[in-house]
């Protein structure tokens, strides 16, 4: 029996901590939260905001187990993360275990190394209540914004949505800027570029230091240039230096790592927490850029030695954020001594910290920067070339030149060769190009997380959930947006002036936010009868209270009354007084019919819509997906009541064309075939259909035989798969989908045949009900809807050989607990007079 136990949040954090404690120390992990607010219903007193914390169903066993480990300790040692959320999983612990205060100790540390375990065991404390306040105000401010906010979406919006007080304003960010890029009216100037020739031939590439609006005067400089003779005016070389930027911390981090290493926000949380429990770096939520002593030193120690003197420098950081939270180290390596780690991927991000660190204490790199003038005293402008040396290389040395995503590409950091001042030049080429100006670039993770923090809004420990939520909820995605055509002017000099026009795209986008249109609904109608939740300066406020409570100078209930008290009334009167939302728009009229024309939300999502909402002759077309309600134009809106449209058959079966839920697509008697993206289903003629069809009939030929059956391959949404009779085989990507051996067809089949031998304990076909294992166990399955199954009269769990007992009728009585309607005759409508053009491109694909 162990003296201590100690109680930590992770099974790797207890496996780690466990190497550095002797056998009188036990280590248990909690994972996570032992208890939180119910998953049904509120969970808030809201006359006192007293939460009522359950213990959740997949946690009771662990709880019965942690209470006996606490019985035959003398000490427990909550070691649960140092920030709000890990004081409050350290405080539900001693409340539902019924700790003792005298033999209960709370111990923090920022890194999981062997003597900051046992200097933290040394300096114990008690649970900080002030710190547990703040996650119960965060927590139990954000479950009211969803619980009252969500139902007036379902009713003025559509069912099935969430609002939630951060991601509702991470959308309004993404939709924001996506208006500004819609509104954005670009202008075009002619920029000019020249390379010229010194004597012994050597080129200079250089720009001049002036724009053109209009071609005419564009093109006379270059005519004026032509018999020009062309001198170096200026020469002007300039010592400069670079400093290393600060260690990270997590928001820079989620931000360095999307550009160098391509991780979002999510992976490196992910990762940066391993690397954080298997002891490899310090605590990855922080907003602070300090370092320890001791790490400085470390930094030191390894720079010399691997560097040389000359390249350390000892400095330290200060955070620049006032809203800084948590009294942290920056993200740092616990031991300069190692260089990598085993694990491919866990070392990319270790790597990047590992340097990041070293690089903050390492000398400045100096450069020296030379600008060389170039012209001729008769034109209006002269030319510029600029270019950089390294002199030193200081901290470049281990961690190279980053540029921000907004940064311009064109920027000249080149060597130039030896001129000297009134040297005479020659021109090789001149070119004037017409350029179009740009609107801001939409967001990328790292991006939305950066501009997040600038407003004060978040914190650490938010940032990676906010943003998987607002994708999850389907409000923002990363569609890849096609870009467009435009003509512009280019002009080149060489030995006469040559004019063409050429085409060039913009517009493009891959990887970056783009609200969806549900995005764009929901949010205009929460901008307008939400105003105040979803202000920034409100937002960044609200974190601010937070803080104060954390800091003890705020009390956490006081605050959640004095927001409740404007925000229920409001919830109230948008619910009663505000009118649906739709997001709908009017494009014009249908030359046909004379009616109007409407993009708008619909219960399948956005639609074209001709007539009004009362007129029985209304007809519907659903808008494709690289389409939206906001841009979309009356000429394209009526080019889709194209579609569906008929061929002729090909080999004895239909050919249609349509659009349903997952893009355009051609039929062929009952298979359906996607037209690749970017093409325009309405271009699609009999010749393309049958080459189109005939590429399926290839794909789908088999490429094996399993038992004396075919099978055959494909690629789905959700990745590569093969078909066995009726069954789909996912194929990891372990396996080269492109060279399957029959043993690997055939391992893949039989274990996805075990799997579905396995996956029911009861099924009753007729009844479309069964009892199947799930990733969690046991359970329900009715049609297309899921249902728990409870426990049994010893209030235990049944066991498999147990349930294979139950009969239909208690099956039916356990469904209809949790749904009463699940088995009530559903009445059939009144029968409608069929309009005489409805139509219906809606289709299940």
Do not use: C
Request: no cysteine; hydrophobic share 35%; net charge neutral.
């Amino acid at each position: 029996m162990s003296k201590n136990l100690v109680i930590v949040e992770s099974p790797a954090k207890a496996k780690t901590i466990q190497k550095y404690l002797g056998k009188d120390f036990e280590v248990k992990s909690s994972f996570g939260h032992i208890r939180d607010l119910p998953k049904k219903g509120m969970g808030i007193d809201l006359a006192t905001f007293t939460p009522d914390y359950e213990v959740s169903a997949d946690k009771k066993k662990l709880v019965t187990e942690l209470k006996a480990a606490v019985k035959k300790a003398e000490t427990v040692w909550l070691a649960s993360d140092e920030d709000r959320e890990g004081e409050a999983i350290a405080w539900h612990l001693a409340d539902e275990l019924k700790l003792k205060d005298e033999n209960t100790k709370r111990i923090v540390f920022h890194e999981i190394t062997k003597n900051a375990i046992l200097k933290a065991i040394e300096n114990p404390r008690k649970i900080d209540q002030n710190l547990v306040n703040a996650q119960q105000a965060r927590r139990i401010l954000d479950r009211i914004v969803g619980f009252e906010m969500s139902p007036v979406l379902w009713k003025k919006v559509k069912t099935g949505l969430s609002a939630g007080r951060v991601q509702s304003v991470a959308v309004r960010l993404v939709v924001e800027r996506e208006q500004e890029i819609r509104e954005f009216k670009p202008t075009s100037t002619f920029k000019i570029e020249g390379i010229f020739l010194n004597e012994t031939k050597q080129e200079i590439s250089a720009k001049l230091k002036g724009d053109f609006k209009e071609e005419n005067d564009a093109e006379a400089f270059l005519n004026q240039s032509k018999d020009t003779e062309f001198k170096v005016l200026n020469v002007e070389t300039k010592p400069g230096t670079r400093s290393a930027s600060a260690p990270f911390t997590t928001s820079t981090l989620q931000q360095e790592a999307s550009s160098r290493l391509g991780y979002n926000v999510t992976t490196t949380m992910r990762l940066a927490q391993r690397l954080y429990e298997e002891g490899y770096i310090t605590y990855m939520r922080t907003d602070s850029v300090n370092l320890s002593q001791e790490a400085i030193n470390g930094a030191k120690s390894q720079i010399i030695s691997e560097f040389g003197e000359e390249y350390s420098n000892p400095r330290k950081f200060t955070t620049k954020s006032a809203s800084a939270q948590e009294a942290h180290e920056a993200i740092r390596p616990t031991d300069f001594s190692v260089k990598s780690i085993g694990d491919v991927q866990l070392n990319k991000l270790y790597q990047l910290i590992y340097r990041r660190t070293l690089a903050s204490q390492m000398s400045n790199a100096k450069i020296e920067k030379t600008v060389i003038e170039i012209g001729n005293s008769k034109l209006p402008y002269q030319f510029e070339a600029q270019g950089e040396v390294i002199v030193f290389e200081g901290f470049l040395k281990a961690y190279g030149i980053t540029k921000n995503e907004d940064e311009d590409d064109e920027e000249n950091e080149k060597l130039l060769p030896k001129v000297t001042t009134g040297e005479i030049l020659t021109y090789k080429k001149i070119e004037a190009t017409e350029k179009f100006t740009k609107p801001a670039a939409r967001y990328t993770e790292a991006g939305l997380v950066r501009k997040l923090e600038e407003l004060g809004i978040g914190r650490p420990s938010t940032y990676a959930p906010t943003i998987q939520t607002i994708q999850n909820r389907e409000y923002v995605d990363k569609r890849e947006i096609l870009p467009q055509e435009r003509e512009i002017v280019k002009m080149t000099l060489t030995k006469d002036v040559k004019k063409q026009v050429v085409n060039e795209k913009f517009g493009g986008d891959k990887n970056k936010f783009v609200p969806t249109d549900i995005g764009e609904v929901v949010n205009e109608f929460l901008t307008n009868n939400f105003a105040e939740i979803l202000d920034y300066g409100f937002t960044a406020k609200v974190e601010q209270d937070f803080d104060d409570i954390a800091n003890g100078s705020e009390k956490w209930k006081e605050v959640l009354g004095e927001f409740y008290k404007e925000f229920h009334p409001k919830i109230e009167d948008v619910e009663e007084n505000a009118d649906r939302a739709t997001g709908e728009r009017l494009l014009g009229k249908d030359p046909k019919t004379g009616k109007n024309v409407y993009a708008r939300m619909g219960r399948y999502g956005a639609m074209i819509q001709i007539g009004e909402q009362d007129d029985e002759q209304k007809t519907f077309a659903s808008i494709m997906q690289n389409q939206n309600i906001a841009t979309i134009t009356l000429e394209e809106a009526l080019e889709l009541f194209k579609l569906p449209f008929d061929l002729q058959d090909f080999e004895g079966q239909p050919v249609s064309v349509a659009v349903g839920r997952f893009g355009p697509y051609v039929k062929w008697g009952e298979t359906f075939i996607s037209i690749p993206r970017g093409e325009d289903p309405l271009s699609i003629n009999q010749e393309r259909a049958e080459e189109l069809i005939r590429e399926k009939k290839a794909a789908d030929a088999p490429v094996a035989n399993y038992k004396g059956e075919p099978v055959t391959k494909g690629k789905g949404r959700f990745g590569p798969f093969l078909k066995y009779r009726d069954i789909f085989v996912n194929v990891p990507k372990k396996y080269d989908f492109d060279n399957l051996s029959q043993n690997d067809i055939n391992e893949l089949i039989e274990a996805k045949l075990e799997k579905e031998a396995n996956r029911y304990i009861q099924q009753w076909e007729k009844e479309k009900i069964s009892i199947e294992n799930g990733r969690w166990g046991p359970f329900i399955k009715f049609g297309k809807s899921m249902f728990k199954i409870p426990k049994n009269k010893k209030d235990e769990k049944y066991t498999a050989e147990e349930l294979k007992e139950v009969s239909l009728d208690e099956v039916k009585k356990w469904i209809t607990a949790q749904d009463k309607n699940a088995f009530a005759e559903k009445k059939k409508p009144a029968a409608k007079k069929k309009p005489a053009t409805t139509r219906k491109t809606t289709s299940k694909k």
